[in-house]
């Protein structure tokens, strides 16, 4: 079975700082995906990143960035220079392939608070 | 712009009485997913469709049900609903299977 731990329930940064969530994941799967989603207060889920098991490349994009290393299983989120904005719940998730789906496994979820 | 939406955004119902969540999707996706997500706990997939094939997880209690009768809506049905089931309820498409899930803003249960 897989499995998402996010071991930092909740974290504060004061506004500006860097912040880095971690995420390590367990699977017997060789092809995967691996995915980051946002969830602001309102409660929709917002797409971050997807990154396929093949792809250890590390991605960029504006303020965010992504470290994947298969060979400590971690897919580790950083947010630059943080803003108010940024205070969420962030969810790593793992999916595996089924018979005409991707099952999505969550992880529990971090909680960011960006303080002014 | 293209997107999920999900009504109502809040819902309140009583004890044992039926309940009905609705999804509408203007992406074209061919596959529709219900999610549960209790209070600080991540999302749990209860069924998708693809298409018009209704795939059930295996832990989904049988008070859940599901119908999709066109590829733009999928019905959430909660047939006797309990306390327990008080929680926010995540519709999810994607283009085909191997896709990226796109989430809708949820439906927030109350069951008094």
């Known amino acids: 079975a897989q499995k998402v731990t996010q071991a930092q329930t909740e974290i504060s940064v004061v506004e500006k700082e860097d912040v880095t969530l971690d995420c390590v994941y367990e699977?017997?799967?060789?092809?995967?995906?691996l995915f980051w989603y946002k969830q602001p207060p309102s409660g929709e889920l917002v797409f971050l990143i997807r990154?396929?098991?093949?792809?250890?490349q590390n991605e960029i994009s504006g303020r965010y960035s992504w470290n994947f290393q298969k060979s400590t299983s971690s897919f580790n989120f950083t947010i630059t220079a943080s803003q108010v904005v940024d205070s969420a719940v962030y969810f790593c998730?793992?999916?595996?392939?089924?018979?005409?789906?991707?099952?999505?496994?969550f992880g529990i979820g971090t909680k960011l608070q960006v303080i002014p | 712009d293209a997107m999920v939406i999900q009504n109502p955004r809040y819902q309140v119902t009583q004890f044992g009485k039926p309940v009905t969540l609705s999804c509408s999707q203007t992406?074209?996706?061919?596959?529709m997913y219900w999610y549960q997500q209790k209070s600080s706990q991540a999302p749990k997939l209860l069924f998708h469709?693809?298409?018009?094939?209704?795939?059930n997880e295996a832990d989904t209690p049988d008070n859940f049900q599901s119908r999709r009768p066109n590829t733009s809506f999928c019905f959430l049905d909660i047939r006797s609903p309990g306390l327990g089931d008080a929680a926010m309820y995540l519709c999810?498409?994607?283009?085909?299977?191997?896709?990226?899930?796109?989430f809708g803003p949820g439906t927030r249960l109350l069951v008094l």
């Open positions: 699977t017997r799967d060789t092809t995967y995906y």
């Open positions: 998730a793992l999916s595996e392939a089924r018979r005409g789906y991707q099952k999505v496994t």
């Open positions: 469709y693809y298409d018009k094939d209704f795939n």
């Open positions: 990154r396929n098991s093949f792809d250890e």
């Open positions: 992406l074209n996706h061919n596959v």
């Open positions: 999810a498409t994607s283009r085909d299977g191997q896709e990226t899930q796109y």
